[in-house]
Structures are given as structure tokens and as C-alpha cells.
């Protein structure tokens, strides 16, 4: 009786909400957003996209905290002029109250910068492309440029205003190659296998940094006798990394370890947002003062830091990331690498992701080719130029778009909403802002999780396609390099075809050869049959 009962309520409310539904829908039929995102054509509607918009930014609204804090690994535009007195030349690389201050001015600025970044994207491919694609500042350049340009609070041989000036000339470069229709036929020109490690290498480069001290949930260290070890210590000598209090006794540690379950138990009953549920978690419960997880210690950055939290709404404009570029250093073989590079990935990976989505949203036709494909790659390259222009890196249409689309989201409609949804979390960048390290690092080893499935679709028994594409993977997190993987990915790759290509010109000599004896044989026939023919002329 009681279960009827609730039933019936439910029942009840369901009859408004359908009558509701089906007056915004026919309202919309009626209005130039039918016309203009052809609504009807596509087989969907108003409420349809809404709600494969809503599912779409839920699963990838992590950017926005998880980027802006592998950037300000990087340090951003803080200096040694930034610390507090005494500033020795280390001081960036050591606890410092005013550094650490200037590091959470630019995570702020960082985290804005993200989100402006996703809006304007994805709301410029829904009404130019007219597809249901979100973009952000994508998962790898990010990590490229924190850890292997600039370096750990700056320790790198790039400064953060140069490698912005390398996205952007990456962005200009990658949208000329799309307005010239280069772009799929470069990705084309790149063996299969070493794409596929790529995106794989990168995955497991992600998912290191996420188990790290600094960026991540602690579970490795240094070692000075095997270099990395297990970790998660309770405290850390500051000045030599050394482990204190014991391994595995970080309470951190396990509280993103819990929250890593959570995310992987969301993901594997198919429950959308699981990526947020895990960070939303840990998050709140290290958002309580006084304890041993706590985010705002106290200490004089910590309690200015939870004052900042405690606003909540505030809409926090970017003060020192944007339009920093620096065109210095462009005399340098480390940043022409570091522009080969990004443009590499761009190619590869960001090109694969928009096709990919697009094959799954059925937007494919029996040419390979798809509606709005040319004004999709345009404005996933020119949203990397205004990324570098507020201080992140690559946009990049997300893997998780496929989340809304199978709400059913067919349009750019989809895209716009999702561009809304980026723009109102503008005014929660407090929020967005104190969220520890510790709920970032599980939804970084997700990610590589996500990225190694690539794996199975290389051809492990074919020695060529293996090793290079071995390489690629085991190099990327080990020399703490995407650039040193993709090199020896590729130099492996040629190296093992030049005798394929050796092999092939010899024949082609061969034929050439055996063509020209061919040739010289019947001219020699046909001149000997010449001489035969006046000869019996003369005689007769």
C-alpha cells in the first residue's frame, strides 16, 4: 500500500513536469533556435540538449580546478621577488609564505582563466560548428608545459611568459593547418601504433603526476638509491624530500585514496559525474579546519586563504596571466622543440578526439567526413589562441562530450548550454579555488586509467609497431619527458622501416633495371630487323 502510495505521488508530479517539457519544447520549435541549430532535423529537442549539456559539463567540469593547479605547479609569473625576506635564490623551491601567497593569486587568475577559456570555446562551436562538443584547456599540454618547460615553480630552462608565447604561435600554426585543410592529412601521416602510444604515454605521464607529493595524493617520493619509492608520509623534510613519520601514514593519502574509489565505483555503474562526485568529496571533508586533512592550516596562508573561501560568490578577474607573452628566448633550441612538440600532440591527439566524437555521435558520413568538420577544427585551434592570451594552455574538444551525447545531444545547442554552464561558475572562483591537491591527484590517475584503453589497438605481435610504440610509453613517465617519448617513438619507428625502405628502392632499382635491358633488347631487335630488310632490298 505504502509503495503504491509513493508511486502515485510520484506519478503526480511527473504529469506537470511532462506537460511543462512539451510546452518549452514546442516554444522552441517555434523560435530561430529551431531554424538556426536545426533541432528537428537532428532528431532532438530543447530539453533533450539541455540535459546532454548538463551531463556533458558535470563530467568534465574537473578542468577547471585540475588545470589551474598543474599550472600553478608551474609557478606561473611568481619570482624570487615574490618571497618573503630572506629571499635566497631556492626560496621559490622551499616553504615561503609570500610565494606560496603569490601562487594562490595565480591559481585564482588560473582558475578563471579555464573557465573563460571552455565558455567562449564551446560556445563559439555551437554556433559556428553546430555540434554537441565541449572544449577546455585539454589533459597532457598542461602537464607538458608545468613540468617539462617551466619547470617546478620555475626550475625549467623556459619561463611561463615564453611558453605562452609558444602555445600561441602553436594556436596561430595549428590554424592555419585547419583554415588550409592540412590537419587531417597530417594526423594521416602518422603511423597508427605510435599515435595510439602517445596518447597511452601521456595517459601514464598524467597518472604519475597524480601520484606525487606536490600535484598529487603522496604515494611516491624520491629515493636517492632507486630514485622514486613509496611514500605517503605523514610530514616531509622540506629541505630534502625525506620521508617522516613513517610510509603510508599520511592521512591525505587515504582520504584520496577513498575518494579514488568513489570515482571508480561512480564510473563503473555508469553514473554520470563521477569524476566530480570523488573530488567533491574529498574536498568538503578537507575543507574543515583543525584537522589533519584540513586545506586552511593554521598558519597566516592558511588562514588567508579560508577568509578568500569563506566569500564563496565572487567573480575574480585575472591579474597576472594574462597577456604575458615573452618572445625573448625564441633564439633557443628548447622552444622550437617545445612548439614541434605541442603541435605534434595537437595533430595526434586533438585532431583523433574530434573525429572520434563525431564518429559516436553518427555525424560521419561514407567519405569520412562530417557536418561543420572544417569550422570545428578553426575554432579548436582559435580557442588555443585565446587560452594562451589568458595564460593556459591547448584547448581540446573532451572525451566526455560522448557523455552528452548519449542524452541524446545532437546540436550546437548542446555546446552553447555547456558554454553557460562554464560561465557561471565564473562567480565560484573562491570555491573552485581551495580545492587540495590530494582531490585532484585520483581524477589525474582516472584520466590515465581512461587514456591506457588505446593500448589494445596495437598490433603487439608486429615487432615494428611494438617497440616504438613501447618506448614511447615507458619513456614518457620515466625521463618525466612527453617530448623525450614522442622523439624516440618516432626515431625508433624510422629506424626499424629503413630497411623496409631499403629493401624497396633495391627492387624499384631491380625493375628499373630489368626495364632498361628489356628496352635496349628490342631496339637492338628492332635494328637488326632494319638492316635485315635492306639488305634483301639491295639484292633484289
Avoid at 371 to 399: P, Q, R
Avoid at 453 to 478: Q, S
Wanted: glycine content about 10%.
Amino acid at each position: 500500500m505504502g509503495g503504491g502510495k509513493v508511486c502515485g505521488v510520484f506519478s503526480r508530479l511527473k504529469k506537470p513536469w511532462t506537460r511543462m517539457e512539451k510546452t518549452i519544447n514546442e516554444a522552441v520549435t517555434n523560435s530561430f533556435i529551431e531554424t538556426y541549430f536545426k533541432l528537428q532535423q537532428r532528431k532532438t529537442c530543447f530539453t533533450k540538449e539541455l540535459r546532454a549539456a548538463t551531463a556533458t559539463f558535470l563530467t568534465m567540469a574537473y578542468i577547471i580546478t585540475v588545470n589551474a593547479t598543474i599550472l600553478t605547479a608551474s609557478g606561473g609569473t611568481c619570482s624570487v621577488a615574490d618571497c618573503s625576506p630572506p629571499a635566497t635564490p631556492d626560496c621559490t623551491l622551499k616553504p615561503n609564505a609570500g610565494y606560496e601567497a603569490c601562487l594562490a593569486k595565480t591559481k585564482n587568475d588560473l582558475v578563471v582563466a579555464t573557465s573563460v577559456t571552455a565558455m567562449v570555446s564551446s560556445v563559439a562551436m555551437g554556433f559556428l560548428a553546430n555540434l554537441p562538443l565541449g572544449l577546455a584547456p585539454g589533459m597532457g599540454p598542461n602537464a607538458y608545459l608545468a613540468f617539462n618547460l617551466v619547470g617546478y615553480h620555475g626550475s625549467g630552462s623556459i619561463s611561463y611568459q615564453t611558453s605562452m608565447a609558444i602555445v600561441l604561435v602553436e594556436g596561430c600554426a595549428f590554424l592555419l593547418a585547419s583554415a588550409f585543410g592540412l590537419r587531417g592529412k597530417l594526423a594521416k601521416l602518422i603511423p597508427r601504433s605510435v599515435r595510439l602510444a602517445c596518447a597511452a604515454g601521456i595517459g601514464l605521464f598524467i597518472a604519475f603526476v597524480g601520484l606525487q607529493v606536490n600535484q598529487g595524493v603522496g604515494l611516491i617520493g624520491p629515493d636517492p638509491a632507486n630514485l622514486v619509492t613509496m611514500t605517503a608520509c605523514k610530514s616531509i623534510d622540506p629541505e630534502t624530500g625525506a620521508c617522516l613519520g613513517g610510509k603510508l601514514q599520511s592521512p591525505k593519502f587515504w582520504l584520496g585514496a577513498f575518494g579514488f574509489l568513489i570515482t571508480s565505483y561512480g564510473l563503473m555503474k555508469n553514473i554520470k559525474g563521477s569524476m566530480i562526485y570523488g573530488i567533491l568529496f574529498v574536498t568538503f571533508v578537507s575543507w574543515f579546519r583543525h584537522t589533519e586533512v584540513t586545506y586552511f592550516p593554521d598558519t597566516p596562508l592558511g588562514d588567508g586563504n579560508f577568509n578568500y573561501f569563506k566569500q564563496i560568490v565572487d567573480f575574480h578577474k585575472i591579474e597576472s596571466t594574462a597577456w604575458v607573452f615573452s618572445f625573448d628566448d625564441f633564439n633557443k633550441r628548447e622552444v622550437w622543440e617545445a612548439l614541434a612538440t605541442l603541435f605534434y600532440v595537437d595533430v595526434i591527439a586533438m585532431t583523433g578526439i574530434m573525429y572520434t566524437m563525431a564518429e559516436i555521435g553518427e555525424f560521419v558520413d561514407e567519405k569520412g567526413n562530417f557536418e561543420g568538420e572544417y569550422m570545428a577544427y578553426i575554432v579548436d585551434a582559435a580557442g588555443t589562441i585565446v587560452g594562451s592570451a589568458l595564460g593556459v594552455t591547448t584547448t581540446a574538444t573532451f572525451v566526455e562530450s560522448s557523455a552528452g551525447m548519449r542524452e541524446g545531444g545532437r546540436t550546437g545547442l548542446t555546446a552553447v548550454i555547456i558554454g553557460l554552464f562554464f560561465f557561471l561558475s565564473l562567480f565560484f572562483t573562491p570555491l573552485l579555488s581551495s580545492v587540495p591537491p590530494w582531490a585532484i591527484g585520483p581524477s589525474l590517475v582516472m584520466v590515465g586509467v581512461m587514456m591506457m584503453k588505446v593500448v589494445k589497438d596495437i598490433d603487439w605481435t608486429n615487432i615494428k609497431e611494438a617497440v616504438p610504440a613501447f618506448a614511447i610509453m615507458i619513456l614518457m613517465p620515466l625521463t618525466y619527458s612527453i617530448a623525450n617519448g614522442i622523439v624516440a617513438g618516432i626515431g625508433l619507428y624510422v629506424a626499424l622501416s629503413l630497411f623496409d625502405y631499403a629493401a624497396s628502392i633495391i627492387n624499384w632499382l631491380g625493375k628499373m633495371r630489368r626495364r632498361m635491358i628489356k628496352e635496349h633488347n628490342q631496339v637492338s631487335a628492332t635494328a637488326t630487323t632494319g638492316v635485315d630488310s635492306n639488305s634483301i632490298v639491295e639484292i633484289i
